[in-house]
């Protein structure tokens, strides 16, 4: 990455980072807006019992312990094959949700509720920002980052875990919105505060081939 190139991004991730403050105020002083209510009602106007399977099925890895589980699962087979260092960066993905959680408690959104939105999966925790966008972010992006730069794996892996991985983050905004768990702002909150994660671990995990 050229120094222009590398500016750039810089002044991306700060933008993101000020979109993410900006929007956590504003759900802090406006827990519920017409636009979060009308994208709800749009996206789950295309309910239907042939799509509740698959879209529980995008947020499953989102759940407790299930998201646990599949991070320390990833670490253990990057471990076993000798990629000790992308094991370990692996697992720093799990603070993610540290994250979220503290962010949670500051704004105090609750979740969507009947009757503005029809409640496909119950939770109890606070709404704003995504656990589960955040999660997907910074867990499975760094899943395409890893595909992407360890050359040394089969290009099948590379090609399926990659492709699987950049899915699911695609995937899991509009699965989280049908499902009745989130709002846009919510899935967008997750969204911001995911790459910011997914750039900082991506750039001590990138650090050393930067040296060379």
């Known amino acids: 990455m050229s120094l222009i190139d590398k500016q750039n991004f810089n002044y991306l991730m700060i933008f993101i ?3 993410f403050i900006i929007l956590t105020v504003f759900i802090a002083l406006a827990p519920l807006s017409s636009v979060d209510i009308e994208c709800s009602e749009f996206i789950q106007g295309f309910h239907s019992s042939t ?3 698959p ?3 995008v947020s499953w890895f989102g759940e407790m312990p299930y998201s646990l589980f599949t991070v320390l699962a990833a670490a253990l087979l990057f471990f076993i094959f000798k990629y000790k260092r992308e094991a370990l960066f692996t697992l720093t ?5 540290l994250a979220s959680t503290l962010i949670k408690f500051v704004a105090g959104r609750p979740r969507p509720a009947e009757p503005f939105v029809h409640v496909l999966e119950k939770t109890r925790q606070l709404s704003f920002p995504s656990g589960h966008v955040n999660f997907y972010v ?3 992006g760094f899943l395409v980052v890893l595909m992407f730069h ?3 794996l089969p290009k099948f892996i590379r090609l399926s875990v990659g492709g699987f991985s950049a899915l699911l983050v695609l995937l899991v905004p509009f699965s989280r919105i049908y499902l009745g768990a989130h709002w846009l702002t919510d899935v967008v909150g997750g969204a911001l505060l995911g790459s910011l994660l997914l750039y900082a671990n991506s750039y001590f995990y990138l650090e050393p081939s930067r040296k060379k």
Do not use: I, Q, R
């Open 150 to 152: 360890v050359k040394t």
């Open 138 to 140: 910074v867990f499975f």
């Open 17 to 19: 980072a000020l979109s």
């Open 51 to 53: 799509l509740d399977g």
């Open 93 to 97: 993905t799990l603070l993610a949700g």
């Open 55 to 57: 879209m529980h099925f």
